[in-house]
């Protein structure tokens, strides 16, 4: 079976010891790439994004791959996804089960928003993989494992929207705020 790409946009703001995506490249499952060496049309984890991942994007994962930009949420802004080649999505809420950000609806480290993609989009069988990278993946994983499941069930934008607001009682329970935004609000 093949097996989409998986890139990281790495801007070193984190613990390079704690840092979930360089761990994904030590480990084989990525590549790390610069802002201009992307080739193709990957799917672009964006939390601004105004579109959801959903199982529909799976050929483009497989064709183009993924492209996670790892940056601190601190630091995080839109302009840090401008330029990028790629389609720009969002992942549907979830719980991070990393230790920094643990139970934060939407707050996933890189590896959780790249084994969440895959999950989604029918690549089970290397989200298992992932989840063995660290011991708290299995903690994303019980967090989330029926959410995961109705996600990569769906088969429309609408059904999608129609099990985030079931679950969550929102649309979009992830509003992401520009760095600073918060404390000049």
């Keep these: 079976m093949e097996t ?35 080739r193709g049309y990957p799917l672009v984890l964006n939390p601004y994004s105004n579109t959801y991942l959903g199982p529909w994007y799976r050929n483009q994962v497989l064709q183009h791959g993924v492209l996670v930009l790892d940056a601190s949420w601190k630091k995080l802004s839109k302009n840090k996804f401008k330029g990028l080649r790629g389609e720009h999505v969002k992942l549907p809420p979830l719980l ?6 643990y139970g934060k609806p939407c707050m996933l480290s890189s590896i959780e928003a790249v084994a969440t993609t895959l999950y989604i989009t029918g690549f089970q069988d ?15 994983d019980a967090l989330n494992k029926e959410l995961l499941d109705e996600y990569a069930r769906v088969s429309t934008l609408e059904e999608l929207r129609e ?23």
């Design 4 to 38: 989409p790409r998986i890139m990281v946009l790495l801007y070193r703001e984190d613990d390079p010891s704690k840092n979930t995506a360089l761990k994904l490249v030590r480990m084989g499952f990525a590549v790390l790439v610069s802002k201009h060496s992307v």
């Design 96 to 101: 991070p089960g990393n230790p920094i950000n």
């Design 126 to 140: 290397l989200y298992k993989k992932i989840l063995g990278v660290f011991k708290w993946m299995n903690t994303f």
């Design 163 to 185: 099990v985030i607001v079931s679950y969550w009682e929102v649309e979009n329970p992830c509003i992401i705020q520009e760095a600073g935004e918060a404390a000049e609000a």
